[in-house]
Antibody
């Protein structure tokens, strides 16, 4: 059974860098095909952030591309998200998920709330 | 404003069928058979219900079906049940210079 679990600081100050990690169990991330991040501001809809293939190729939301980095850590079977220069608009529940390779996500983490506030 | 357009809400009585539409462009829905649908209950992670326009993951009821015509995709739920009450989101692969994924704004389904 594939399981994903997000972890992060919970609270980040404006202008700082947000860092989240997604630990995967029951499946090797080296098998792929893709691993991604999606976020959901409180009371709002889903926003795709980006994804990474098992070979390290990344795809990003054009509106976030300049601030986002997704990376893999095969040794720990996890992948990570960094978002720089955060503002209150980055406050959201952040989900990690496995992308089947057809832009659909079949396994999701439970989500982690990240708040941007001073 | 979301990239894909969905109605904000739909409703139906138990046992009835409802359809949720999702309208995009030729750069996403109209250009690829990579449309998916998600169900989300309050406080829960989204659940994949349909992928590749009309395929169902293992374990998803056959009361859920998907289709596409031109730039518009649809999710139909037949034999509505109380447990179907949730938010539903469509998504699609998009390539307008760079490949990425776009979501609809979501539709609240109310079972009357």
């Amino acid at each position: 059974q594939v399981q994903l679990q997000e972890s992060g600081p919970g609270l980040v100050k404006p202008s700082e860098t947000l860092s989240l990690t997604c630990a995967v169990s029951g499946y090797s991330i080296s098998t792929g095909p893709y691993w991604g991040w999606i976020r959901q501001p409180p009371g709002k809809g889903l926003e795709w952030i980006g994804s990474i293939s098992q070979s390290g190729t990344t795809y990003y939301n054009p509106s976030l591309r300049s601030r986002v980095t997704i990376s893999l850590d095969m040794s720990k079977n996890q992948f990570s998200l960094k978002v720089t220069s955060v503002t209150a608009a980055d406050t959201a529940v952040y989900y990690c998920a496995r992308d089947r390779g057809d832009s659909s996500s079949d396994y999701w983490g439970q989500g982690v709330l990240l708040t941007v506030s001073s | 404003q979301s990239a894909l357009t969905q109605p904000a809400s739909v409703s139906g009585s138990p046992g009835q069928s409802i359809t949720i539409s999702c309208t995009g462009t030729s750069s996403d829905i109209g250009g690829y058979n990579y449309v998916s649908w998600y169900q989300q209950h309050p406080g829960k992670a989204p659940k994949l219900m349909i992928y590749d326009v009309s395929s169902r993951p293992s374990g998803v009821s056959n009361r859920f079906s998907g289709s596409k015509s031109g730039n518009t995709a649809s999710l139909t739920i037949s034999g509505l049940q109380a447990e179907d009450e949730a938010h539903y989101y469509c998504s699609s692969h998009r390539n307008a210079g760079t490949a990425h994924v776009v979501f609809g704004g979501g539709t609240q389904l109310t079972v009357l």
